[in-house]
């Protein structure tokens, strides 16, 4: 783990400016998600745009097409919390019925199954099927994010320690001690929003 720290730690030092903004805008959106601030999809948002500009030069399309999603659903996230607005200036917290995320987690692992069946074919993926599941994971999660649902936390714990041990296997230290920090706002939000959901509501 210390020299883990000690790799990302000097990557750190060689990111250019507009990584450094991108990583920063995107911590942001993690911390104001746990209090359900709709300025996380603000955050959220110019975090992926500076990456669409990054990875275009980069000539990375496919993450670039990536990052114009997430700005979309910060688009949608944000009128989602804004239309859902409490008393107290945030969404309100609910859940999905059991059956509806069985169908999800098929979903996601039967295109995985697809994407990763090409990617080993076309390409020259390290890890086909554990990218593709995290990122499909990822696609999914964000948008539970928009729709507040509590459980959105419970797949990006599954889905950051994925892309930790990914980051880390691929030699990304910065991303993967970024991903274990993600991990711990993951734990911090379910835990935040899961009080929230219990909390009785003030009759007016």
């Known amino acids: 783990m210390t020299a883990l720290l000690a790799r990302a730690g000097a990557e750190l030092a060689a990111t250019s400016p507009e990584e450094l903004v991108s990583v920063l805008l995107n911590l942001a959106y993690s911390v104001l998600a746990i209090r359900r601030s709709r300025a996380c999809w603000l955050a959220g948002g110019l975090g ?7 990875a275009w030069q980069s000539r990375l399309p496919m993450q670039a097409a990536l990052q114009v999603y997430y700005v979309a659903v910060s688009i949608y ?4 919390w804004t239309r859902e607005e409490q008393v107290d200036g945030r969404p ?9 995320h069985l169908l999800a987690c098929v979903a996601i692992v039967a295109v995985s199954v697809l994407s990763a069946t090409w990617l080993a074919a076309e390409t020259r993926a390290a890890w086909p099927f554990l990218d593709s599941i995290s990122t499909w994971g990822s696609l999914f999660a964000t948008w539970l994010v928009a729709r507040v649902k509590l459980e959105n936390w419970l797949y990006w714990l599954a889905i950051d320690s994925l892309q ?16 274990i920090i993600y991990l711990g706002c993951s734990v911090v939000g379910f835990a935040r929003w899961l009080r929230t959901l219990r909390q009785p509501v003030a009759i007016q």
Request: proline share 6%; glycine share 6%.
């Open 48 to 54: 992926s745009a500076i990456l669409i500009h990054l």
């Open 77 to 80: 996230g944000w009128w989602c």
């Open 164 to 179: 930790a041990y990914l980051f880390a296997a691929q030699g990304l230290p910065l991303f993967a001690v970024l991903s």
């Open 92 to 100: 309100t917290v609910s859940t999905w019925p059991l059956r509806y």
